[in-house]
């Protein structure tokens, strides 16, 4: 919870040691995997359509690649930003609405990746509502969190106002505008304070709860 801005200098990985994870919060773990390919690399993403079943059963080399890509495309986009002023941000995506869903739903009921994951689809979801990308793009980003095992639907329990009260806490927000993680593309993400606010209460009124 509490920022800091020293950089490694190495990353080890140690891919014998997911296998002991149970399957969901492996599932978990793909959610940031699969955020790393829609926000900045959509052949990444088409890799992860075609890979996903290697990936939660750990097979060594499709692992290793995975975390070889996400890694990279992590560390592209902390070194163009450091100190989170801008194309960090895109680190968010699903963040915003995962965030509020983490919150109201208490820390560790739904593992951070399962909230990241609806939250992805809700960024989708609202992206396509923009006319940003067509349906075809939002079906891929929906199934490829659903082929993680992730969920796609909110939590039942939270209404509209429940995801309102705690976004507006969000750390990206300048002033009382919203800001949200969106994607311009499958690959291409941008951080924006377009969305009208009549239509965000209206996707959080009838998207899908579970
Ligand atoms: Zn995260």
Known sequence: MIGAFWQPKAVLVDIDSLKSLPR???????????????????AFLSWLEANMPALLDVEPEVVAEAIARSCQIKADIVAEDETEQGVRALLNLGHTFG???EAHQGYGNWLHG???????????????RLGWIDD?????????????????AAPANMSSDDFLARMRLDKKNIDTRLRLVL?????????SDATPTDMLRTLLDDYPRC
């Open 183 to 191: 994607l311009n593309a499958l690959g291409d993400a941008c951080v």
């Open 99 to 101: 965030h509020a869903i």
């Open 136 to 152: 075809a793009a939002l079906a891929r980003s929906l199934a490829v969190i659903e082929s993680a095992e992730l969920p796609l």
């Open 114 to 128: 399962e909230a990241v994951g609806a939250g992805m689809a809700m960024a989708a979801t609202l992206s396509n």
């Open 24 to 42: 969901r919060e492996l599932s978990a773990g793909m959610a940031e995997v699969i955020k790393y390919g829609l926000i900045r690399d959509e």
